[in-house]
T-cell receptor, first 112, second 107 residues
Framework: SQTIHQWPATLVQPVGSPLSLECTVE??????LYWYRQAAGRGLQLLFY??????ISSEVPQNLSASRPQDRQFILSSKKLLLSDSGFYLC???????????FGQGTRLTVV | KNEVEQSPQNLTAQEGEFITINCSYS?????LHWLQQHPGGGIVSLFM???GKKKHGRLIATINIQEKHSSLHITASHPRDSAVYIC?????????FGTGTSLTVIP
């Protein structure tokens, strides 16, 4: 079966510290992978998407970066967190063969 | 202007009421999704639509491609239906999301 794992579920980090959120997918190959952020009271905002290993498209200029070192692994990073990076981060995947989308459980990040 | 607009933003209903959440979009799409987000934050996909109507239990989703509009209906609402419902559309490799409708069903 197809599953998506995202961790950690919650994270409290001080301003200026680094960040690494990981997302892995099982049960499919060559998925399209996405990172979204949901700020308080706002909708989901696309941060990055990837159609293949090493291929990253950025939608919003910001303090974050993404990498796809393996086909089913997508990592969201920051070298120095800002207070404004606080929010709920969701990983998702889909394929080109069908248009269904699957979401991770999300990571609630609080930068203090 | 957002590519996806949802209404209402907040909705409170008595248990048993029939509920409708609306979604309008302004881009060409290959599919429309209705998603459910519970307080813990995780999102599950309820429906994926490209035309017509789908039903799953007490949930019904419809889409009118010509009018670029979709509705999510909940019949005989229950407190466990309390959640945020999000409309999302897919165009190419990208998804665009509405800001969600926060539903509270009171016993």
């Amino acid at each position: 079966s197809q599953t998506i794992h995202q961790w950690p579920a919650t994270l409290v980090q001080p301003v200026g510290s680094p960040l690494s959120l990981e997302c892995t997918v099982e049960g499919t190959s060559n998925p399209n992978l996405y990172w979204y952020r949901q700020a308080a009271g706002r909708g989901l905002q696309l941060l990055f998407y990837s159609v293949g290993i090493g291929q990253i498209s950025s939608e919003v200029p910001q303090n974050l970066s993404a990498s796809r070192p393996q086909d089913r692994q997508f990592i969201l990073s920051s070298k120095k967190l800002l207070l404004s990076d606080s929010g709920f981060y969701l990983c998702a995947w889909s394929t080109d063969m069908n248009t269904e989308a699957f979401f991770g459980q999300g990571t609630r990040l609080t930068v203090v | 202007k957002n590519e996806v607009e949802q209404s209402p933003q907040n909705l409170t209903a008595q248990e048993g009421e029939f509920i409708t959440i609306n979604c309008s979009y302004s881009v060409g799409i290959s599919a429309l999704h209705w998603l459910q987000q519970h307080p813990g934050g995780g999102i599950v996909s309820l429906f994926m639509l490209s035309s017509g109507k789908k039903k799953h239990g007490r949930l019904i989703a419809t889409i009118n491609i010509q009018e670029k509009h979709s509705s999510l209906h909940i019949t005989a609402s229950h407190p466990r239906d309390s959640a945020v419902y999000i409309c999302a559309v897919r165009t190419g490799n990208q998804f665009y999301f509405g800001t969600g409708t926060s539903l509270t069903v009171i016993p």
